[in-house]
């Protein structure tokens, strides 16, 4: 089993920066690939930005230049900057053990979540 803890979430101006956290505890060995995902209201959630060790980083379009995306052994960040009002959605992390090809990651079945930060940006 993989915890999955977020912080940093809050209301913040147009143009601000705020700095996510999400702090992993349990099972973490097979924990390659972290990343941040966002709902905002009456839309899918989204990937905003995932890290996979040794492979690199990927952002959605959006906030290409604006987020960065982090890892410091089990803590994920998500630095962002320059935040405008269609980045309000409530931020989400996500540890998918099964796409770590290692042999003794096989037997995870399923991905982890946290419970979810709210993210607020006012115009």
């Known amino acids: 089993q993989v915890q999955l803890v977020e912080s940093g979430g809050g209301l913040v101006q147009a143009g601000g920066s705020l700095r996510l956290s999400c702090a992993a505890s349990?099972?973490?060995?097979?924990?390659?690939?972290m990343g941040w995902y966002r709902q905002a209201p009456g839309k899918e959630r989204e990937l905003v930005a995932s890290t996979t060790s040794g492979a690199g980083t990927n952002y959605a379009d959006s906030v290409k230049g604006r987020f960065t995306i982090s890892r410091n052994k089990n803590t994920l960040y998500l630095q962002m900057n320059s935040l405008k009002p269609d980045d309000t959605a409530v931020y989400y992390c996500?540890?998918?053990?099964?796409?770590?090809?290692?042999?003794?990651?096989?037997?995870?079945?399923?991905?982890?979540w946290g419970q979810g930060t709210q993210v607020t940006v006012s115009s």
């Open positions: 349990g099972d973490t060995i097979c924990m390659s690939t």
């Open positions: 996500n540890a998918d053990p099964r796409r770590d090809t290692r042999w003794f990651c096989s037997d995870f079945v399923n991905d982890y």
